[in-house]
Nanobody, 119 residues
Framework: QVQLEESGGGLVQAGGSLRLSCTASGRTFRRYAVGWFRRVPGKEREFVAGISSNGAITNYADSVKGRFTISRDNAKNTVDLQMNSLKTEDTAVYYC????????????WGQGTQVTVSS
């Protein structure tokens, strides 16, 4: 089993940057694909970015492609999301998730961290 905890959220002005971190417990973390999702109240959860267990494959939502970068360090049990050129529409609660099969079908979720982008 894996436990996930996000950090790094906060308030930033449009055009600025934030770096989110997902720290996982469990020795099997390296076997999991990990991704970031975000949700705004009243709207559906949105996939943001994902990375394969070995870091060889990454995927991004079209809305963040070219602005966000996902990375992982299996030795440290961490996955980061570097967010640049932030837009007000990026405002959401960001969740880290992990899956043994597909990041689109997560097995574990973190509690979330708030990202607010001001205009």
């Amino acid at each position: 089993q894996v436990q996930l905890e996000e950090s790094g959220g906060g308030l930033v002005q449009a055009g600025g940057s934030l770096r989110l971190s997902c720290t996982a417990s469990g020795r099997t973390f390296r076997r999991y694909a990990v991704g970031w999702f975000r949700r705004v109240p009243g709207k559906e959860r949105e996939f943001v970015a994902g990375i394969s267990s070995n870091g060889a494959i990454t995927n991004y939502a079209d809305s963040v492609k070219g602005r966000f970068t996902i990375s992982r360090d299996n030795a440290k049990n961490t996955v980061d999301l570097q967010m640049n050129s932030l837009k007000t529409e990026d405002t959401a609660v960001y969740y880290c998730a992990a899956s043994l099969v597909s990041i689109q079908r997560p097995d574990y979720w973190g509690q979330g961290t708030q990202v607010t982008v001001s205009s």
